[in-house]
């Protein structure tokens, strides 16, 4: 039984909830601190960049495709409401959907898997570390009375509900087999900050507002990555009724996402996606009506997570509001099989394709160049960032500047300061 999609009353936030790291004066009353929490990501460079950041498929490659940016906004839409029919403050989970990807580098997670290898002798590169990074740190907003920097200045509740993996690298789980980056949310560098916010929380534990965006993320990448590689001609969704594509699918599902899954269970999840109603026949061909009819399945996907997972919190945590530590969200084992199954299907046609591949292969080329070109030439960095090489006390500090330099650049940025480096030194030879 569900509520019938009406919302729930607003859980109750306390004063130390809306803490801030950096006590600042008061603010306009009109706006909440969860309100201001949001308007101040909007603004901020970090997630202006992610229009130029690859999701799945290269932003320049279609004008269809989705960006870092229209993902989040995505993922934002779906988070939004899952907090307004269970009780969270939308706007903290706004905010941390909106906020979940700032720390990705250009080119995707090849970008962070390269990223995370030359970082290795200084705690590594992790897209949600980095993200608490910009949030704490690196976004030009408000500093410390010591004269440090202090990010975005966000709310206990607000930086809680962007930690997706509450933990340093230290404590990361194993995760998933021959994964190339373990799941972590914050450097050692950030630990002051990390422990103002998690102070008496249980270690590992996450808030709902940090599931809920999580879910979000999850769905919305499962749904709109299977559309964009529909439309980039990367995918058929008629295209796994042979034994050897669905064995090639299965595989890909059970590896990257469903480790502990039966081969039958994703099989059987394949099964009861292709049996919905909305699950389109024909093959796609670019038509308004078969864009339609993908926008119908994608609406209809997004519509059928969200119930299922709001209908079984409901029904294990009651009917009250729910926030920070006050339930749990419960995703059924069907929900997540399809999730994943979905998930597997743009894995398998789009980012370990062969051409993919040999991209990606290049792209850390890119990356590798930038790193060693900023790392010998700081002053050829952006100011910030060159402040930040200046004033570290050693190499690692250092080459964390360099880092934080690479990382922030779009995927467009990336290549032209690879090509001018390129040109400069063929004009030496």
């Known amino acids: 039984m569900t509520t019938g999609y009406l919302p729930a009353p607003v859980y109750e936030y306390s004063a130390e909830d809306q803490d801030r790291w950096v006590v600042e004066a008061p603010k306009n009353p009109r706006r909440t601190a969860f309100q201001r929490d949001r308007a101040r990501v909007v603004h901020s460079s970090g997630l202006r960049r992610l229009g130029a ?3 799945v498929v290269s932003p320049g490659s279609d004008d269809f495709v989705r960006t870092r940016l229209t993902h989040s906004l995505e ?22 959907c909106l906020s979940h990807d700032l720390g990705h580098p250009p080119f995707g997670h090849h970008g962070e898997t390269v990223l995370d290898e030359l970082a290795s002798g200084i705690g590594g590169f992790e897209g949600n570390a980095q993200t608490l990074r910009l949030l704490t740190r690196l976004e030009p ?12 200045n966000l709310t206990r509740a607000s930086l809680d509900a962007c930690t997706k993996y509450p933990w340093p690298r230290a404590e990361a789980p194993a995760g998933r087999e021959g994964a190339p980056v373990r799941k972590f949310g914050v450097y050692v560098d950030d630990a002051s900050v990390f422990a103002f916010y998690r102070q008496g929380r249980p270690a590992g ?19 709109h990555d299977v559309e964009d590689a529909v439309v980039a001609g990367h995918l058929r969704l008629d295209g796994f009724t042979d034994d050897g594509a669905l064995a090639r699918l299965v595989e890909i599902t059970r590896a990257w996402y469903l480790p502990d899954a039966a081969e039958d269970t994703v099989a059987a999840a394949l099964g009861r996606l292709q049996k919905a109603s909305y699950w389109p026949r024909e093959s796609y061909t670019g038509t308004r009506r078969d864009q339609a009819s993908l926008k119908h399945m ?7 997570f969200t119930a299922a997972a709001e209908a079984a919190t409901r029904e294990e945590f009651g009917w009250g509001p729910l926030g920070r530590y006050a339930g749990s969200l419960v995703v059924p084992d069907a929900s997540a099989e399809e999730i994943a199954v979905l998930k597997g299907m743009a894995t398998l046609t789009v980012m370990v394709a062969d051409d993919r591949l040999r991209l990606q292969e290049i792209q850390g080329d890119v990356l590798r160049t930038l790193t060693e070109f900023f790392s010998e030439r700081p002053a050829a960095m952006d100011p910030m960032f060159a402040a930040d090489h200046a004033e570290a006390e050693d190499d690692a500090g250092r080459l964390r500047a360099v880092i934080d330099q690479v990382a922030s650049l779009t995927d467009h940025s990336a290549w032209t300061h690879f090509h ?4 400069a030194d063929a004009d030496l030879l």
């Open 141 to 152: 907003k408000v500093f410390t009375e010591a004269g440090g920097p202090a990010g975005l």
């Open 53 to 55: 950041k690859t999701q």
């Open 298 to 304: 994608t609406s209809q996907l997004i519509g059928r």
């Open 205 to 223: 534990q996450r808030c709902i507002e940090a599931q809920l965006m999580d879910l979000a993320d999850d769905i919305s990448y499962s749904v």
């Open 75 to 96: 993922v934002a839409q779906v988070g939004r409401e899952l907090a307004r029919y269970l009780g969270c403050d939308p706007e903290i989970v706004d905010t941390a």
């Open 420 to 423: 001018r480096i390129r040109a």
